[in-house]
């Protein structure tokens, strides 16, 4: 996938490839939980679930955009923070097997000690649905596309279009919490993410994360 810019940093995305290559999508679970990788989470052509306890993030700045997959365009509401903790965070990625053998499920959790929340540094999500309990700090709705401050601020696409759209809107808050989240997204990039206690397990069928209370 081609590398794309957002808050003035490039990141290069990688795709999670369940099958087969297992070993490395654990290898890169391990560098992410010592904090040592940039990360870019995406899966061509399918979106994915993810549940938390909390999300406590800063320099909150949203606007509407659009996710590319399997040659499709889908619409979704950008989310980034400069900084955030989350807890007891689950991720789940469902994918269809070949020749008709059913569903494989991808399930990463981390965070689930609530004294080791995940951390992320320049997070970004597009999400295409999200329900949770929201709290926001000094919000500022109708941010123009173009503006914005500190590391989300929103920048000009390759075309010099803002990424918001020529007619870019948003919001941007000096923090937001998040409580029971559930959302569906289509990607997540962060300029570093450490996930504490991170586990990862692959399961037959459609397995999707529950509600953090759920477990």
């Known amino acids: 996938m081609e590398s794309q810019v957002r808050g ?45 306890k909390q999300l406590d993030g800063h320099n909150l700045l949203q606007y509407g955009s659009v996710a590319s997959g399997a040659g499709q365009q889908h619409p979704v509401v950008v989310s980034g923070f400069s900084d955030a903790k989350i807890t007891r965070m689950c991720q789940s990625v469902v994918q269809p097997l070949p020749f008709g053998l059913g569903d494989v499920t991808m399930t990463l959790k981390a965070g689930q000690d609530e004294s080791k929340p995940v951390e992320a540094k320049n997070i970004y999500l597009d999400v295409s649905q999200l329900d949770t309990d929201a709290t926001f700090e000094n919000i500022d709705i109708g941010v123009a596309a173009g503006e914005g401050k ?45 996930l504490s206690g991170l586990s990862l397990r692959l399961s037959m069928g459609k397995n999707e994360c529950k509600p953090w209370d759920k477990y």
């Open 8 to 52: 003035g940093t490039r990141w290069k995305r990688f795709a999670l490839v369940m099958v087969p290559s297992v070993a490395a999508t654990a290898a890169i679970g391990i560098g992410l939980a010592q904090g040592a990788l940039a990360a870019s989470f995406s899966v061509s052509g399918v979106d994915f679930k993810v549940t938390a």
């Open 150 to 194: 500190g590391p989300t601020k929103i920048q000009n696409g390759p075309d010099g279009k803002p990424n918001g759209g020529a007619y870019g809107f948003g919001q941007r808050a000096d923090r937001a919490v998040l409580d029971n989240v559930e959302q569906r997204a289509w990607a997540t990039t962060a300029g570093s993410f450490k």
